[in-house]
T-cell receptor
Framework: EADIYQTPRYLVIGTGKKITLECSQT?????MYWYQQDPGMELHLIHY???????EKGDLSSESTVSRIRTEHFPLTLESARPSHTSQYLC???????????FGQGTRLTVV | GDSVTQMEGPVTLSEEAFLTINCTYT??????LFWYVQYPGEGLQLLLK?????DKGSNKGFEATYRKETTSFHLEKGSVQVSDSAVYFC??????????FGSGTKLNVKP
């Protein structure tokens, strides 16, 4: 069973607020990812990290930012939430070159 | 670039029917291929994988064979259950462990 956790599971927040979505894994994985899942179900990679102090933008442009100060922690921040940020955000991690990707349960964000 | 195309849903079947969800890929080199499943309100869970041509991944009655000649990795199950209702994602791994996911296929199984 995968040990990767996301909080909160659900969040409803007003426009203009700053929010941070938390993602933690206890598996010691070096790689971590954030995916945005739209209502049509497609997953889009928005950020990834190969290790501590390494972060890269993904294939889909996002106004969010990430940090990787500790191996186990990969938070995603939106400085000023907008209704267009309403989506499901999925965090994942994997190990090494050939490791499997394990996913958290997701955070469903609604910006009103 | 590398990509995955899977059949559009939703797919609606009666219990005990045979399931096929098509997936084809485009890749340089020899990617590893995966099927993930997402139950309502949950994240993705790995269902099965194959790392080289002709490998067959299997789990919980689901199977998929890595076909290099047709660049396909179709998901099959001989007899679906209501509990199999979920969204299924085909995926490939590229570029040092980045994953590309297909658009997902929703499966509805009716009693």
């Amino acid at each position: 069973e995968a040990d990767i956790y996301q909080t909160p599971r659900y969040l409803v927040i007003g426009t203009g607020k700053k929010i941070t979505l938390e993602c933690s894994q206890t598996m010691g994985h070096d790689k971590m990812y954030w995916y945005q899942q739209d209502p049509g179900m497609e997953l889009h990679l928005i950020h990834y990290s190969y290790g501590v102090n390494s972060t890269e933008k993904g294939d889909l442009s996002s106004e969010s930012t990430v940090s990787r100060i500790r191996t186990e922690h990969f938070p995603l921040t939106l400085e000023s939430a907008r209704p267009s940020h309403t989506s499901q955000y999925l965090c994942a991690s994997s190990e090494g070159r050939n490791g499997l990707a394990f996913f958290g349960q997701g955070t469903r964000l609604t910006v009103v | 670039g590398d990509s995955v195309t899977q059949m559009e849903g939703p797919v609606t079947l009666s219990e005990e029917a045979f399931l096929t969800i098509n997936c084809t890929y485009t890749a340089t080199g020899y990617p590893s291929l995966f099927w993930y499943v997402q139950y309502p309100g949950e994240g993705l869970q790995l269902l099965l994988k194959a790392t080289k041509a002709d490998d067959k991944g299997s789990n919980k009655g689901f199977e998929a064979t890595y076909r290099k000649e047709t660049t396909s990795f179709h998901l099959e199950k001989g007899s679906v259950q209501v509990s199999d209702s979920a969204v299924y994602f085909c995926a490939l791994r590229y570029n040092f462990n980045k994953f590309y996911f297909g658009s997902g296929t929703k499966l509805n199984v009716k009693p």
